[in-house]
């Protein structure tokens, strides 16, 4: 796009409406930056096609069948097999990444250093309007733990000043780990390296929640099926990708800390400022004529959510080599990945399916998940509608649920504490010999939902209500309402159902007023986003209310409430008015 833009919001703007097309838009090349004489490439990865493509394969499931393949050989029987079994057990680490001269790294061709490092001169973008600065969002982070052993992770860095930047490792993520394990050692510092705009594949790995220790690199040559090629770093002891666009080199000092943040994260809500680690640069490196790679994060759908989706497709034969009951796996875009897990799984014995949540509340970057949902092996985990249908005939209050403790992703917001709180499994599989059943229930009749229709009608705190499933045993209500004080939820969904007894809500979702009850979408993100399952979650004479609204101090929510990410109105009038030019269908 030849049209001049700002990377303070409008880069943004024009990249969310993209991201919000259907089908996830195209991939977007301003070539016209405000500030920089560098391109922005920003949505690279934002469609199904377009992951695919990075990876190399025009279905992700290829891939995921050929990482089945490799974990799952069958044990040789005669000498002939193991010699056969070679090539294929090899394929994990045949490509290891392999070492270049700078002569053959394109990442080299500028190098700067000292005095002559100026990263403002980079189009980094301001995301959203009350971000703490701009920031680099997808860099891919190397660092080495203090025996050597490498890892790549992307964690979003703040423009401080020409040559540093703050470094968002969350805690319980493997840079962070090295970061600690040098300052445990006694080290003053640790080198870092962070490469923009990589090739696919090693931007790809960089998200991906390998197992502590395990090289993301290995992952990137296994996609590729060829060696990610890496050049030594000029100032530190560390490699990058030779083909980057462009390198940072620095340190961190494992004592300073500074705030970095607000930040517009990808939950749709601001992430809070923070104390993070801060990253001195001390070369610069690059292409002759680089292009920047950025990414934005939001209100889902987003481009993250389609790398998101290709490592839910990627891991599936990892989860199941040690939990082969479970059949399929779907991380809702609503439930922005660490909210919401389905699993469908083949039950044998009492109990699996409360074996199989702890276990996945165990395994990696899963231990995040807030939410388990278990089906049956007959139910399409990536068809919402039949899930929610399965669940609300299925459930059994309070039975099927599991309420637990443990971490919770950074960026939840909804427990009273950061980094840790409550936990919910809901059991909807159907039990089996050994397991308790309930009762048998009907679907209401329909004249009970025209009596609910006509009471919540006449409620005046209820901005709007509805019914999304009639034939099911245990109709879920979602109502809206104009919450005015601590405890309006609860109080509220307990007045409709003890008006209601006989009624048809068994399921009672309150969510804020600003929320249209017929918005499924929203209506989910916010449920996923805003529920504390110990604190919001209750059951009442047989029915489950939910409060997902936005809570308050007295409400025993000890830390402040984000605010939801929304564009400021000039910057969308803007974009409004160069629409027509920039020539882009969203
Ligand atoms: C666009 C994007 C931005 C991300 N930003 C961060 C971040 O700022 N901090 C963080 O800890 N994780 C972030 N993540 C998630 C990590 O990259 C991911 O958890 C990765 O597996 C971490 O690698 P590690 O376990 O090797 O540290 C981001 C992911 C994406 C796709």
Redesign the pocket.
Known sequence: MKERVSPILEITEIADRMSKAPGGGKALLFENVEGSSIPVLINAFGSKRRMAMALGTDDLETIAADIEKTIHLKPPVSLADKIAMIPELLRFTRFPPKMVSPRNAPCQEVVLTGADVDICKLPILKCWPDDGGRFI??PCVFTKSPDGVR??????MQEFNRNSTGM???I??????NYHEHARRGAEKMEVAVAIGCDPATVFA?????P?GVD?LLLAGFIREAPVALVKCKTVDLEVPATAEIVLEGYVNVKERRVEGP?GD?TGYYSPADEYPVFHITAMTRRKDPIYLA?I?GKPPM??CY??KATERLFLPLLRMVNPEIVDYSLPWEGVFHNCVIVSMRKRYPMQAQRLMSALWGAG?MSFAKMILTVDEGVDVHDYKAVAKTLLNNLSIPGSLIHAQGVLD?LDHSAPRPLSGSKLGIDATIPIAGEEAAPPRQAPPKEAFIAEFSRLGAMGEVSSFSIPFTEVTNPLLIVSIRKKGAGDAHRIARTIAGEDKEGAARVILVLDGDVCASEYSTALWKFFNNTDPARDIVHHEGRLLIDATRKLPEEGHGRPWPEEIEMSPEVKKKIDGLWAALGLQA
């Open positions: 969002t997808m890892n790549v992770g992307m964690y979003r968002h490792w969350h319980h993520k493997d840079g962070a780990s960089a998200t991906a929640p390998m502590h993301e930040f990808h990414t994060v481009e993250d790398m998101g970057q950074a």
